[in-house]
């Protein structure tokens, strides 16, 4: 059995989508980051890293959001989640998915975890200014890339539910989201999947915006 | 042609060896972050994220140190320098690249650029020593998870040149580095490659360590 360790609005709703793209049974262990469970012994066991997502299969565990979703496409080929390997187009979402995680995911580490850049206190108020300010900056670096509907134009590939996820985080930190059609637009057609209704249902997520 | 944009010593040492495993004929364009070359008006026409590497080829774009080395090596199959789609063993080598662009690369940011972090220059000493601290341990990690000689034990893949560009930049930041012996191992596997020494050569760059 396949499962997936997540917590409810997290990243982990990347693979929790793709996991009902592809429609195959699996299991889903709520892990709440509000809650500090990411930091309890019976998660560290899991993940020593004390992130989510986790996804255990066959008696191995796998992290990192973009390298499950990857791996749950390819083991799915037949469903074309990800372009074929080789191509260019496949470069492109794989580039999506490494500026996402090493660069606008920051922006959130440091509007919401702002001890893991400085020990000092004092300090944290200006670091949170600043993730919020580049997370600003990176959204129009979003809008004016998307190709429309999707990251990659018509293709839908697993680098769109992790966009998912940082569309609806840009209203939690009170972006002006307005200034964001082409991604708002990604969010809308990304609600009307049955697969994300199915996995926010699961997270009790409500739509945002 | 192909052409890779690089930084001496930066981390598109990575993507610079690999196109040297491959062998076929590539130009390379120096842009020297030392001297802020990204940040010119030349090579922002090229990325304008203003980041190394980039990466030329036929007439596009593409960015992300861990995106171009695997779509290098999805060109060029009969190498085998990323196990077959749709394996575990992917997967884990695509973890390996996350984890090292999500958390390890960052503790470089705040090491060496901490004006990205906050614009309050009084939080910069924290945020440098608190990179120091995480990339301390996340070295621990490395070493605790190398396969040996390479991440995924003998299978030579594109995550061990980027693992090599970090081992390097550990003496860099002055770490103890003797308590790596399986990480200075990969390094030094690295070293006695052909195509590593090519691509040192052409970076004017010396083994350390």
Redesign the interface.
């Given at each position: 059995m396949t499962t997936l360790y997540y917590s409810p609005g997290a990243c982990s709703l990347a693979p929790h989508i793709v996991l009902e793209e592809i429609g195959k049974p699996f299991d889903t262990v709520r892990v709440s980051l509000r809650d500090d469970e990411h930091k309890q012994p019976a998660y560290l066991a899991v993940n020593p890293?004390a992130r989510v997502p986790a996804l255990a299969?066959?008696g191995?565990i796998?992290?990192?959001?973009?390298?499950?979703c990857?791996?749950l496409a390819?083991?799915n080929?037949q469903l074309g989640l990800a372009p074929p390997?080789?191509t260019?187009e496949?470069?492109?979402m794989?580039?999506w998915?490494?500026?996402l995680?090493?660069t606008v995911?920051?922006d959130y580490?440091?509007l919401w975890r702002p001890e893991?850049?400085?020990?000092?206190q004092?300090?944290h108020p200006?670091?949170i200014?600043?993730?919020k300010a580049?997370a600003a900056l990176h959204y129009d670096?979003i809008e004016q890339r998307l190709g429309g509907p999707f990251a990659l134009g018509e293709r839908y590939t697993v680098v769109d539910p992790y966009l998912f996820v940082m569309q609806r985080w840009g209203y939690r930190i009170k972006l002006d989201m307005s200034r964001y059609p082409r991604f708002n637009a990604l969010a809308q057609a990304m609600y009307a999947r049955p697969a994300v209704q199915r996995a926010m249902e699961r997270e009790h997520l409500k739509p945002i915006g």
């Open positions: 890293r299969v066959d191995q796998l992290t990192e959001s973009t390298a499950i990857l791996y390819d083991c080929p390997v080789g260019f496949r470069a492109r794989q580039e998915q490494a500026w995680t090493g995911h920051i580490g440091q893991r850049y400085s020990d000092d004092s300090a200006g670091i200014a600043k993730g580049a670096d």
